[in-house]
Every structure is written in C-alpha cells, then in structure tokens.
C-alpha cells in the first residue's frame, strides 16, 4: 500500500471509529436506562419515538443547546479542558484495539484497527489511564467542595487499580509472550477451550473488578456518588462539557469491553458456528450489558472498603497470580 | 391495584421481619464472614433477581395521565353539587350551614326568596385555593347537595377558576343522562342508614 493510500485509509479508519463509538456512547445511555428501567419494573424512556428509541436525539439536542456555565472562581483553561480530555483519552485508546477481523470491501484488504502497534495492551491501558486527569482536573479546577471530594476520589480509585489492573494482566501476556492485541487474539484461536478465561480465572475477574473501578461504575462510582458528593467531579458541569464526560465514559466501557474480550474471551475468532465478527460483538455486547445488570443489582461501597479491596485482598491475589503462573511456566 | 387493598389501612399486617445478625466482634470472626460472603455467591443471587424481574417484564408504571390509579371514594376532592333527580332544580335548600361550619372559611352563598316564597340560592362559590378538603361541608350538608368528587387534578392559571359554582354543578344533560351517581363516599348516607334510625325519645 503507498503511503497515500495508508494516510487516506487511517483516517477513514479514524473517522468511522469516532462517529461510530460516540453514536454508541449515546445509544449506551438509552440501553442503560432502558435495562435499569426494565430490571426495576419501570418501563424507561417512552414517549421519544418508537420505546422511546429518540431519546437519544432528544437528550443530545437539550445537550448542545444548554448554556455553558463556568463558575466564577473556577479555574477557566483547565476547567475547559478536562471534559476534553476525558473524550479525547477514550477514543485515542481504541486506537490500538482491534475491533474485528480482517475483512476485505470493494476488493481492498481492510485490517480494522487504527494503528497496528506491538504494545497495544500497554497503549491502551495507558491512554485510558491517563483519563484521570479528566476527573481530576475537573474537580480541582471547578472550585466546588464536592468537586474536590470527586477529585480527591479519583486520585485514590484510578490509581489505586491501576496495579491490580497492570498485574492481573501481566499473567495473560506472561503466557501469551506479547503486548500486541492481535498475537494475544490469534494465540486464542484455537477454538472455545483455547479461551484464556479458562487457563487464567483469577486474572480475568480481577480484570473485570478493576475494569469496573477505572471505567467508574456502579459498585465503585465513588467519583460521582450522587448520595454523598453530589455529582462528584462533575456537579459544576452543564451543557454539552459534562456531556463530553459521559461520552468517554461510555466509550471506556466499550473500550474495556473490547479488552476483555480480546485477552480472555477469545477476542474475533470464529465461534463454533458463529464467525469472528460476531461473536466480538456479542461478547462486547454481554460485558456492556453485565455494566448495566450490576448496577441494577449491587450496592456502592465506601471509599475505605474500596482501599481494603483493591491493596489488602485484590493486590495480593494479582501478585500470586503471576508468581504462580510464572512457576507453571516454568516448569 | 385493586380497590380492596387500597382500602386496607391496617398495613401493618402484612409487615415482615428479616432476622439481623449481630456483627462480628473479634478479627477471625471478621475473616469468616468476609470469607463466606464472598463464596456464598450472595452477589449472583442479587444478579439473578434484577434479571428475573427484567425478563418476567412485569411493569409498575402507570402511564399517569394517560391512565390512573382508582381512587377511595372516602377520597375527599374537589366538591360537587348535585341536582335533584326530577326536577332537576338545584338540591341545595340554602340553608347555609355549610358556610358555617366550614373551618377554613372558603365558603360563601347568596340567598334570597324567590316568587313563590321559597328560598333560592343565587350564588355559591368555594375558594378551593383555600379549602382544606375536611368534609365538613359534605357531612353536615342535610340533603347531600355538596359531595366531594374524586376530581384531584385542580391545577389552574387563575385563582378564578377555582370558585365557579358551574363546575362544581351538575350539568342538566348531564342529570337527563342519568349520569348524576350518588356518591357513597365523604358525607353520604351509609349503606344500612335505615337499620340504624332510632325512634325520638318519647316514643320509648
């Protein structure tokens, strides 16, 4: 391929990746509303179109027509910025994640990932943990005590799963023998029982415990308990910034329902009957829906059981983890 | 909801207590729970309910100004003056003890006789921005000319709306319909009145 070519083809690539994950960020709000709605006995949004499938429409015009409040003590540049930087981080991490199989269109081979790099895992996990700064700043910058408890939070949550995400992945590509999200699918492909979710349990749940800390969902949402702090980092936002907020956050979550399933659930290989591209989806699909299901089903914790969980019992498990699967291999 | 239940004041019937344990004191104790809390699988029991309820898809919401729940008929709204039955004249006599027993002072009627000596009521106004629907009126009323009905949505523009004495009336196609219903709420005579009259003193 010239170089023409690739330029043209990436961002083609960008293009359709961005409109496509922020038209699912906003068709995710409908769903979580509908299946919270749905697993409370209520019947969610209705009157917006056909079960209310506008809504989506309806939210993102009261959205961008909103007035943009900045208050006045608050810091202007980077309270600006940090809504930014939460979308922005989301949708640079997928980037570097493979989202479906090769497949060829109008006779050209399409590899469907941006930027093909050996250290996808690294990326991604980096760029979305450089998401932080979104809250943080955010609620540092808004002038507002609960702004700065949401702050506050976000320091101690991301960072602190940060580890246990880092480690409980290190067992997986300690196997794999590669940071490249592609070798790590392709090493999966033999079928259903080549699914790293069978070798490495452990590390897949505490993947998804984590995964659910660092995309701020519902049993560790501490950084926007509505109960305690308001709305956390966002309660001085309006308009269209604080729904840029929830754009990256919605995009997190696919992004990370991308992860799960390339590193543990067989990522886009063919399913028994089902083919890759499919079955990708569908397992995204689930992991999304298992977001909504656990916020209809269990409680918050505090912040202290949150630091209990994630350095005395979810750290020492990472670490074993990969003391034990470095000793099976070995052996 | 049926009106059955929603009649039923005494609640407390169907209350139930959930055993609480104590908490554990010593730190083992602390361990065991944590430890049977996390593989009793009391986080998958949660999971599953949320999700039977979502696929049985047995719904709570009423629509509410599409549709509504049913209401008491003790409930105690907006009032109603009702018409007599054949003649279709007015049932209030004017005698004015509504005015006077109405706590909040929200009501007020005319009077004067008309050409054949009888007293006739040329206005009646309740100021509902006022009235603290007690029933007052309604039980002391003797020939069941005010009732209250069970029109609870009285939101208006204007303080005006809430007086009129041609809302509150039955209106005469209205009565010719049969639609006119005795109210067996607030104020109404029960249902075995006359087993409960009592002869006057000096008959026993």
Known sequence: MTTTGFIIATIIKILVVLGLFSAL???GTYLERKVLAFMQRRLGPMHVGPYGVLQVLADGIKLFTKEDIIPQNAVKPIFMIAPIIGAATAFIALAAVPILPEFEIFGVKVHPIIADINVGVLFVLGVMASGLFA????????????????????????LSYEVVTGLSILAPLMMVGSLSLIDINNYQSGGFTDWIVWSQPVAFVLFLIAGFAETNRTPFDLLEHEAEIVSGYATEYSGMRWGMFF??????????????????LGGFNDWGFIPGGLAIVLKV????????????????????QLMWLCWKVLMPIAVLNVVVTGIVLMM | MSLEQFKDRNVAQNYVHIPVDKPPQKPMDKFKQVVRRTFKGELFVGLWVVFREMIKRDFHTVKYPLEKLPISPRYRAVHKLYRLLESGNDR???????????????????TRY?????KEVTEYSINLGRCIFCGYCAEVCPELAIVHGQRYENASEQRAHFVLKDDMLTPLDFLKEGKQEEFPGFGAVSPNADERIKKTPTAY
């Open chain 1, 135 to 158: 809250p943080l700043l955010a609620g540092m910058a808004s002038s507002n005590k609960w702004g700065l408890l949401g702050a506050a939070r976000t320091a101690i949550q991301l």
């Open chain 1, 25 to 27: 960020a906003g068709f």
């Open chain 2, 92 to 110: 209030c006599i004017g005698c004015g003890l509504c005015e006077k027993i109405c706590i909040a002072n929200c009501i007020r009627l005319e």
């Open chain 1, 247 to 264: 754009i990256g956050e919605y995009a997190n979550m696919i992004t990370l329902g991308f992860l799960a399933s390339l590193i543990f």
């Open chain 2, 114 to 118: 008309d050409e054949k000596q009888r």
């Open chain 1, 285 to 304: 699909s689930f992991l999304f829906f298992f977001f909504l299901w656990t916020r209809a089903a269990w409680p918050h914790v505090r912040p202290d």
